[in-house]
């Protein structure tokens, strides 16, 4: 399954939105340094998605708007 995200590193909160088109908008308190706002849009999406956190991939991880790769 393939899902579109946007990303707000930095936030006050953690959480995860649907959008009306179907896009996911992604809260997370951590930064966007070396990675850990990814880790934790990953573990995000496992939760909500009851998958294996190594089940999700993203494919552009240096941008906001992230193309995920989920296998279920």
């Known amino acids: 399954m393939i899902i579109y995200v946007k990303v707000k590193p930095g936030s006050l909160k953690n959480g995860i939105e649907e959008c009306s088109d179907g896009t996911y908008l992604i809260y997370t ?8 706002a990814n880790i934790i849009v990953i573990k995000m999406l496992a939760k909500k998605f009851n998958v294996l956190f190594v089940d ?15 296998k279920v």
């Open 29 to 36: 308190k951590e930064r966007a340094l070396d990675g850990r």
């Open 56 to 70: 999700i991939h993203i494919k552009n991880p240096k941008s906001r708007k992230k193309i995920i790769e989920i």
